[in-house]
Structures are given as structure tokens and as C-alpha cells.
């Protein structure tokens, strides 16, 4: 049983590294891309633009095989801080390469235990629990900028496609999701 435990462990520790490394890939990607290239959504990035790029990395863990991403919207519990922010969630990991928008201050840690772009953490970060879950039936639904389509919003839908294909020639090849080779 103890075997079995560590095992266990061992799995999700080399998941967290995987998810790490290919949301690592997405932001890296984002910060080399002249913001101007991108839709207004990505003009002050990564301030105010977390629910634009966790549809764009979403969208890339899914296509790569990580399923399902729910794209999570959460308000702040916080009284003087009235403000949302948007991030992914998967297998019990949060997901979020916006967290740097935040003050210096924001205790964020990621998976090697310093603030850093890109957080892959435990989904039961303290940081994360200053959010309140009372922004309605939207706050939670899978990250895919296809789902657009089905909320027709054609606009947003091929403004956020044409950011991802733009985000994605920024990445190296080998990395790209079979289906866009």
C-alpha cells in the first residue's frame, strides 16, 4: 500500500511539472509576441487579460490531451478589492499565468515555491480561496475558444482564435498540438 502511495505521488508531481512546462511554453510565448500583434484583450497582459489567456492556454492543454480544463471566474472576497480574475483548473491543479498582475505583495506561489509568471498549484492554494464563487452560472465552463461559437459570439470567438494561432507560431513545433501540425 505504501508502494502504491508513493506512486501516486510520483505521478502527480511529474503531471504538475508536465502542466507547468506547457503553461510555461503559452506564457513565454505571450511575453515574446509584440502585445500590439494580439486583440485588445492582450493590450496591458497580463493585467486584465485572464480570462482572454486562460482561453488561449486552455485551449492549448486541451488540444495537447489535457481534459478535461474548466476556465474558472471568481470574484475577490476581499471588501476594498473589487476585482475578478480567471484561471484553469485541472485534475485538482490550479493553472494560472496571469497571477503576476497582482501586487507585489500577493502571496502567490508556484511549483517551485516562488512567485513566479506562470502558478501550477494544489487546488487548496490559500491565495486562491480570497475568491468567492458568486459570479453565477458562468463562473465555471470549459476552456476552449470554440465555445464561443456556441454562445454566439462569433466575434470573440475569432479574435481569440486568431490570438491563440499567433501565440502558437511562437511556440516550438515540436510542442504543438497533433491536430495543428
Known amino acids: 500500500m505504501r508502494n502504491v ?7 502527480k508531481v511529474s503531471k504538475k511539472k508536465e502542466i507547468y512546462f ?30 482572454a489567456a486562460a482561453d488561449v492556454l486552455g485551449t492549448y492543454l486541451d488540444e495537447i490531451g489535457y481534459k478535461p480544463i474548466d476556465r474558472v471566474l471568481k470574484i475577490c472576497r476581499v471588501p476594498e478589492q ?6 484553469l483548473e485541472h485534475d485538482n491543479f490550479l ?6 498582475q ?31 464563487n458568486d459570479m453565477g452560472p458562468e463562473d465555471r465552463r470549459p476552456a476552449h475558444y470554440r465555445l ?16 491563440y494561432l499567433k501565440i502558437l507560431d ?9 491536430i495543428r501540425k
Open 5 to 11: 502511495v508513493s506512486q501516486t505521488k510520483s505521478i
Open 22 to 51: 506547457h503553461s510555461k511554453l503559452v506564457r513565454d510565448a505571450i511575453d515574446n509576441i509584440k502585445l500590439e500583434g494580439l486583440s485588445a484583450q492582450f493590450h496591458r497582459f497580463p493585467n486584465g487579460s485572464c480570462g
Open 82 to 87: 473589487n476585482q475578478s480574475h480567471t484561471w
Open 95 to 100: 493553472i494560472d499565468i496571469t497571477a503576476d
Open 102 to 132: 497582482f501586487n507585489d505583495d500577493t502571496e502567490i506561489v508556484n511549483l517551485f515555491g516562488t512567485k513566479n509568471k506562470v502558478v501550477v498549484t494544489e487546488d487548496d492554494s490559500d491565495w486562491y480561496e480570497v475568491f468567492d
Open 148 to 163: 464561443y461559437h456556441r454562445l454566439d459570439d462569433e466575434h470573440t470567438a475569432k479574435l481569440i482564435e486568431r490570438d
Open 170 to 178: 511562437e511556440i516550438p513545433e515540436q510542442h504543438w498540438p497533433e
